[in-house]
């Protein structure tokens, strides 16, 4: 069969030709259309469901929200883990589902269930909602919105939260490839009704009368049309709240006869804001706004990232003067980056391929033809990966051997060399002619092609358990094996059909060429056979000392640190900040800002400092009001002073944030820590969870586990989750 393919290649070159056009057509296309991104997204397969209840305590959310949630899709087939926790005014419950299960039909089968949810959830605390259609890598674009130097008063975090809110995040929202955007920080705008109770009592109204009024006096009605031939007149009445003046003139009670009781008689109309979980603050500034663009699940993070600057650019044209958007963190950075050093490798490794085959063939046309294999396998591989949906990554693409991708090529065409050279013809007719060429290539080709195919078919075998891989392990690895196997693929594919080809047209005809290389390899091979002959004369001595290195390679092993993988440096630091338990988010902001001002100070390689306090909007990273999110934004490596690697920055950072009283820091990785958060439901990367009924009993046992693992060699960022603690200020009512 094989040596079929290869007579069939090389007798009909043109059509070879044409198809290996048309593989580089497939291959470009793929490369720009293929989706890029710095590492395999390892977040597994899960839907949450988000309430958020203002006025319950986390007792009550637990009681009246969170279980009602989880008791109804306790039903639904094929859930791997659920997983919850109930904080004052939210709820979030995490399904975890097989990685082969459809995101979409699990959402669908988690809407039906909380309808089911909701008639047991009272009136008034909360709806539940699914939270957007998104992953770890989900967060691909953040930003905040500020005013300019010289407008800061003319921009209360109320107005640039308003502008967020109805300028900036409706524009997004019709960006492809974004499932939402997540306001953070400044205050949401309301009509605030501020009731004077002795003016109630004097006037003989209730709380229940100026609610009843306002409800059924805010809304616009229909009352069908009326037919006037020719013209038809449609009816409808205007009664919106356009104004604090509108508010004002409500009617709350109009007694027979009497002088109408308005709204603004009882009460104070004016402008408010809802309470709020969430606060943002840049350097030492004060408060800012800001915003995450998540990412739609499965989405090309290039291409949405590209399509949400494009459209920040004409959203920037409609803000008003004095007001910018600046982001602080940007996936385009650290996809650059990763497939930066992965561009590099390739092109050196690429490189350093040619070169070895140009001197070691000793024939320039032989060693590009064995070289123009790389470009076609990688072209190949991409377009399979492109079909399969692998994303190029720092792990996928990383892994190419361009040696293993040219082994097949350079047995063939190593092959022909040789046996055209060995011909031995007298030096009248020292150059073939074409048919004899393509007679010499096939014979040479098919004799040589099984052992090739067999070196070749190893390799892939080598790679086929990673193929077998499931969860997190399968999907860090097995875009890599993949990627591998298609090049190899590929190769095995060129070898037979365009190799050949290549080799009859472009090769020397000439049987009586000899070169540097022959001497070179010639001398090799007397020293080798030098070696091997005094091997074969020392087996005791060659056996022992190659015992020796195993058991000292084993030893030494045994002796090694290992992880899952290294860690990927994305360029930025997260440092999960936490207060006292019971701190206000005001409080966690100060510290923030005191911590941003010491990191400017004292390290020159920080740009700017941005700290989430608290939940955003969607609250797919729910934090309470002690806990804060510091992203420090670095400069390039290259202009960093302080330090010559990250970890010797983190220590550096660690040794200053301690002279702060009563807040601990984690340094992590922004990407690093949402993996860890959607995996395990915690930012750090080793987690332990102490399950009980009594919260007083578990946040006893957490201390103690704390106290012992903090002195445990490597143990750093220590940090144990309060589960009480929380001030209260509980109402009861006196009989």
């Not at 800061?152 to 499932?179: F, M």
């Not at 030893?555 to 338990?581: H, Q, S, W």
Request: overall charge negative; hydrophobic content about 45%; charged content about 20%.
């Amino acid at each position: 069969m094989l040596d079929r393919i290869i007579h069939f290649s090389i007798t009909h070159k043109l059509l070879v030709g044409l198809l290996t056009l048309a593989l580089v057509a497939w291959g470009g296309y793929s490369v720009v259309h293929l989706p890029i991104d710095a590492v395999p997204d390892i977040t597994n397969n899960q839907v949450q469901v988000l309430t958020q209840t203002p006025s319950l305590g986390a007792p009550d959310v637990e009681r009246l929200v969170t279980f009602p949630i989880e008791q109804a899709i306790a039903t639904i087939p094929g859930v791997e883990e659920v997983r919850s926790f109930s904080r004052f005014g939210l709820s979030v419950v995490t399904i975890v589902f097989p990685d082969d299960v459809d995101v979409y039909w699990a959402r669908t089968q988690v809407t039906e269930r909380l309808k089911d949810a909701e008639r047991q959830i009272p009136p008034g605390a909360g709806t539940p909602e699914l939270a957007p259609v998104t992953t770890g890598l989900g967060e691909i674009y953040q930003y905040v919105l500020h005013a300019k130097k010289g407008y800061e008063k003319q921009y209360s975090p109320t107005e640039l939260r308003t502008l967020q809110d109805w300028l900036v995040r409706r524009q997004l929202l019709g960006t492809p490839g974004v499932a939402d955007v997540s306001s953070f920080g400044g205050f949401v705008k309301e009509y605030e009704v501020a009731l004077d109770p002795e003016r109630l009592r004097s006037m003989g109204v209730t709380v229940a009368d100026v609610y009843r009024a306002l409800e059924q006096n805010n809304e616009n009605t229909g009352g069908a049309y009326i037919d006037k031939n020719p013209s038809a007149y449609f009816i409808r009445s205007e009664g919106l709240a356009g104004s604090l003046e509108d508010v004002g003139r409500m009617v709350v009670r109009a007694p027979a006869g009497g002088v109408p009781v308005l709204v603004r008689d009882v009460a104070q109309v004016r402008f408010g804001h809802s309470v709020r979980y969430g606060m943002m603050t840049r350097n030492q500034e004060g408060e800012v706004v800001g915003a995450l663009v998540l990412m739609l699940k499965g989405a090309n993070s290039s291409a949405v990232i590209k399509a949400v600057k494009a459209r920040m650019a004409t959203i920037q044209k409609t803000l008003p003067e004095g007001v910018v958007i600046e982001p602080f963190l940007d996936r385009t950075k650290l996809v650059d980056q990763a497939i930066g050093t992965v561009t590099k490798n390739l092109a050196e490794g690429a490189l350093i391929v040619i070169f070895v085959l140009v001197l070691f063939l000793g024939n320039w046309r032989a060693g590009l033809v064995v070289a123009s294999v790389i470009p076609l396998a990688m072209f190949f591989a991409i377009g399979m990966m492109r079909l399969f949906g692998v994303s190029g990554n720092l792990l996928s693409l990383g892994a190419i051997d361009f040696g293993l991708i040219v082994d097949g090529a350079v047995i063939i065409v190593e092959a022909i060399v040789h046996r055209v050279a060995t011909l031995g013809r007298p030096a009248s007719s020292a150059e073939l002619t074409r048919p004899e060429m393509d007679d010499e290539v096939y014979h040479a080709a098919s004799k040589i092609r099984s052992s090739a195919a067999f070196g070749e078919i190893i390799i892939l075998i080598v790679y086929l358990p990673l193929l077998a891989l499931g969860g997190i392990e399968g999907k860090m690895f097995r875009p890599m094996a993949q990627t591998v196997a298609f090049a190899i693929l590929g190769a095995f594919l060129l070898s037979l059909t365009y190799v050949p080809m290549m080799s009859a047209l472009a090769l020397s005809r000439r049987t009586d060429r000899h070169g540097f290389s022959d001497r070179v390899l010639g001398r090799l091979a007397g020293r080798y056979q030098g070696v091997v002959a005094w091997a074969l004369g020392a087996k005791t001595l060659i056996l022992g000392a190659a015992l020796a290195l195993l058991v000292g390679a084993g030893l030494l092993f045994a002796t090694l640190g290992g992880e899952f993988i290294p860690t990927l440096e994305e360029g930025d630091f997260a440092v999960e900040t936490r207060v006292l338990p019971g701190s206000s988010i005001t409080y966690t902001a100060e510290k923030a800002q005191q911590a941003a001002g010491i990191l400017l100070k004292n390290f020159p390689e920080v740009k700017e400092v941005v700290a989430k306090v608290g939940s955003s909007e969607i609250p797919t990273d729910p934090m309470p009001p002690e806990a804060c999110d510091l992203i420090i934004v670095l400069k390039d490596k290259q202009d960093w002073t302080s330090a010559g690697s990250r970890e010797e920055l983190v220590d550096k950072m660690s040794a200053q944030l301690s002279r702060i009283p009563g807040v601990t820091f984690g340094f992590q990785q922004p990407i690093q820590m949402r993996f860890n958060e959607l995996i395990s439901g915690a930012k750090q990367d080793v987690v332990i969870k102490i399950f009980g009924e009594d919260l007083q009993q578990l946040d006893y046992y957490a201390q103690q586990v704390g106290a012992v693992l903090k002195g445990l060699p490597g143990a750093t960022d220590l940090y144990v989750e309060r589960a009480t603690g929380q001030a209260q200020i509980v109402a009861q009512a006196q009989p």
